[in-house]
């Protein structure tokens, strides 16, 4: 079995990816808008995510992300969203960290990070599909190292202009395939992209 690394993102029109689920999220750097994607719900983007669970089986995820989810999930595993709280709760969860001294409260959690590329094909290993959830800092360096499978950006109808961005400059310039689109409610748009091999290639338009 070779399994899956897919990065799930919500980002805005100018490819903003930063605390979209709240203001404390990360607000690093002096970021404003955290929680952006709170006025803007979409019933595609809910059901899209809703779908991506039920093959999900090991979670990768970096540290800020991985304390938020460690600080609610646990707690709301009842109620109209307890199934994901069940779930998060359940599946392993991989924290990549260079801190070898983290402590990992939560159920099913260990570190990643000493080498990163020969532990994601462990992980490959050991998993079918293993979401990296949020994460923007880890996401960047899975980009730039390709260790990853899918791309999966649901994107919003707004620009900001500041923020962590998917690709931001000097990004490891890479060749990539549309895998599926769809366009939701209120403008949403949702964008699966794979890594293509081999060089970006230039040219003259028209020659």
Known sequence: MTGRIIIDLFTTLDGVAQAPGG???DPSDGFRFGGW???LPSEAVGRSVTEGMDTLDA???GRRTYDIFAGYWPQHTTGPEGWIGQLFDRVPKYVASRDAGI????QGSSRVGDDLASEIAELREKHE???VIGSIDLVQTLLAERLYDELQLWVYPVVLGQGKKVFGDGATPTNMRLVHSEIGDGGTLLLRYAPL???VQTGTVGE
Do not use: T, Y
């Open 129 to 131: 599909d293993v979401h």
């Open 197 to 199: 091999p081999g060089e």
């Open 103 to 106: 402590e990992l409260g939560w």
């Open 23 to 25: 203001p404390e999220e």
């Open 59 to 61: 979670l990768l995820l």
């Open 37 to 39: 994607q709170a006025p």
